[in-house]
């Protein structure tokens, strides 16, 4: 069962508490479940995209949809399409990569990957730096 967070912008505040109520009390045979509903009233006033875009990726983030991590690995040519290939393999999907090579206690032909991934769950994200650590690149959550 995927849980989605439902965003809504609303004018008339009853309309907006009667269509969450419908939605939280929907059977879930379509293999949804909103666990939780934002409301957002529109005031008059201009909406902050950039800040409901916020909200989002904390939401994400705190629930543990989104995540990110930190990788040693070799810094030869293919290094990062191996290891991408084990992100690929997890169903993670690569939202951001920052490489690394500016740190004191790094060999010559050494990086630091820190990735930012969607991910199903905390149990999926676990999943993913297991099967890194595995395959022995040395992940931490960061």
Same mark, same amino acid.
């Given at each position: 069962?995927?849980?989605?967070?439902?965003? /809504?912008?609303?004018?008339?505040?009853? =309309?907006?508490?009667?269509?969450?109520?419908?939605?939280?009390?929907?059977?879930?045979?379509?293999?949804?479940?909103?666990?939780?509903?934002? $409301?957002?009233?529109?005031?008059?006033?201009?909406?902050?995209?950039?800040?409901?875009?916020?909200?989002?990726?904390?939401?994400?983030? /705190?629930?543990?949809?989104?995540?990110?991590?930190?990788? $040693?690995?070799?810094?030869?040519?293919?290094?990062?399409?191996?290891?991408? /290939?084990?992100?690929?393999?997890?169903?993670?999907?690569?939202?951001?990569?920052?490489?690394?090579?500016?740190?004191?206690?790094?060999?010559?032909? =050494?990086?630091?990957?820190?990735?930012?991934?969607?991910?199903?769950?905390?149990?999926?994200? =676990?999943?993913?730096?297991?099967?890194?650590?595995?395959?022995?690149?040395?992940?931490?959550?960061?």
């Amino acid at each position: 069962m995927n849980n989605n967070v439902v965003i /809504t912008i609303f004018e008339v505040e009853s =309309e907006a508490f009667q269509a969450f109520s419908e939605l939280r009390n929907a059977p879930a045979a379509a293999g949804y479940a909103v666990p939780e509903a934002i $409301l957002i009233k529109n005031s008059g006033g201009n909406i902050d995209v950039s800040f409901i875009h916020k909200v989002v990726e904390k939401g994400l983030l /705190t629930r543990g949809r989104n995540m990110k991590f930190k990788t $040693l690995m070799q810094d030869v040519p293919g290094a990062l399409e191996q290891f991408c /290939t084990v992100v690929r393999s997890q169903n993670a999907n690569i939202i951001e990569v920052q490489y690394d090579r500016f740190q004191a206690d790094l060999g010559l032909r =050494e990086t630091i990957i820190h990735m930012a991934v969607e991910v199903s769950g905390r149990a999926h994200g =676990e999943a993913l730096i297991k099967a890194l650590n595995e395959a022995g690149y040395r992940s931490e959550v960061e």
